[in-house]
């Protein structure tokens, strides 16, 4: 079996377990699984009671890998995150303390509840993927993802995510409610028993050798590069956006791509792989011109706007 093929059946397998659990979203956990191949992190952003939570942990359950959860409030310190030096009466020395980022999937709970300074503290574990305490530095585990999640109508009492930080993040994904049938379905599966019991897939040691794999055995022609930073470049040209996507946007159409694919059972990537994750990969990183949103004009009708205008030459 090769690798792609191995990757395809595992996360097959996972989206079986999940399954057992969440109606619906399979984009999501899809989008999700990538993410953690691809080394990035994820922002879901929906209303509260649409088992945004609970996908985060059933997945790290299918995955036997690490898991935490931390609720975000305003009374939230960075040191509750990361950890702290304590001091230790019977050695008259500090002591590191790990905080709960120390795992390898993080789940932070209503992320834009808790003020700048406590956010802050995520950045360094984001994108170096440690923490500095001090004038140490701790490396976290592999694989590492922070899970993010939001709530969209809520205004009194949230921060919002600066553009720094919420362009860390490798796709924001919104989850919808279930439809009649998929709330029925729900309701039928919690009939009995409220959560599923769910069998590990995998294994972390597994999931680092298929991300290590998948960057040197999918391809990516020439063709689909151009593709890709044709899209992007598009962002930056439009009076309707105050900000286009950066760089970091197009490695994380590059990144993905690939882990999408590979879980498709492809060794290569296709544009139908780009335009799958266009959306999700670009609509956190796009800010509407002031004129725009008096206009009531939306991020997705200008990302669909220009797919459509973004001619793929194969």
Do not use: C, W
């Not at 699984?33 to 994820?42: K, P």
């Not at 439009?238 to 059972?265: D, H, M, N, Q, V």
């Amino acid at each position: 079996m090769t690798q792609i093929q191995e990757t395809k059946e595992i996360f097959e397998k996972i989206m079986e377990e999940m399954r057992k659990r969440i109606v619906g979203n399979d984009n999501v956990i899809e989008l999700m699984f990538a993410s953690l191949l691809s080394g990035g992190h994820v922002l879901l952003e929906g209303v509260p009671g649409i088992a945004k939570t609970l996908m985060a942990s059933t997945l790290a359950e299918a995955m036997k890998v690490g898991f935490k959860r931390i609720q975000f409030t305003s009374d939230l310190m960075p040191a509750d995150i990361t950890g702290g030096n304590i001091y230790d009466r019977e050695t008259s020395s500090f002591n590191f303390i790990e905080g709960p980022v120390f795992t390898n999937i993080l789940l932070t709970d209503e992320i834009n509840r808790s003020p700048p300074k406590t956010q802050s503290a995520l950045l360094e574990a984001m994108q170096e993927k440690q923490v500095s305490i001090g004038k140490t530095t701790y490396k976290l585990p592999e694989p590492f993802m922070v899970i993010a999640t939001q709530n969209p109508i809520e205004s009194t009492g949230v921060y919002p995510l600066p553009e720094a930080q919420i362009d860390r993040f490798l796709v924001k994904i919104p989850v919808y409610p279930p439809t009649l049938h998929g709330e029925v379905k729900m309701l039928l599966m919690k009939k009995e028993k409220m959560f599923a019991d769910v069998d590990a897939i995998t294994e972390m040691e597994t999931i680092l050798k298929l991300s290590a794999e998948i960057e040197k055995d999918v391809i990516i022609s020439n063709q689909i590069i151009e593709y890709i930073a044709k899209l992007v470049v598009a962002t930056r040209s439009i009076p309707s956006l105050a900000l286009g996507a950066s760089p970091r946007g197009s490695i994380a159409l590059l990144t993905l791509s690939r882990s999408i694919a590979a879980i498709r059972g492809r060794d290569f990537v296709e544009p139908d792989d780009i335009k799958s994750i266009f959306f999700p990969v670009m609509n956190h990183r796009l800010i509407l011109s002031p004129e725009a949103e008096i206009e009531q004009i939306r991020i997705r009708e200008i990302i669909e706007n220009i797919l459509a205008e973004v001619e793929v030459v194969i």
